[in-house]
């Protein structure tokens, strides 16, 4: 988060945080301010996101990893720089405990199946209980 996102108390500058989702600058029923709160099934992304994502489909797309050309090796080098990122981002001991999934249940499935080859006493099997809520998301 940016200074820009803070006012002068320290607490979020909720106005700076919406101007950075141009979603949020529209109005509905009889003017009033969006409000978007099903980020469970699709969150927005901020001016930023948007920006570098049509930065890179307008100058890098490519396959990461499979070619052998300027624009695949761009693109495969932002791919990894992005790992590096959130791996400082988050702490975490290696880049190589960042794997990037392209949703929810993928990740699910790749934590589910890590746990049912697990030694003990991390192994999930068909004795395993696990206990969710209805709550929870429905590819649990």
Known sequence: MTSAHQGLTGLLDTEAIRKDFPLLDRTVHDGK???????????????????????????????????????????TALYEGARDKVAAFINAPSRNEVIFTKNASESLNLVANMLGWAEDPYRVDHETEIAITEMEHHSN
């Open 33 to 75: 301010k969006i409000v978007y709160l099903d980020s469970a099934a699709t969150s927005q992304k901020p001016r930023q996101v948007l920006d570098a994502l049509s930065a890179y489909y307008e100058r890098h797309n490519a396959n990461v990893h499979r070619g052998v050309y300027t624009v695949a090796e761009e693109a």
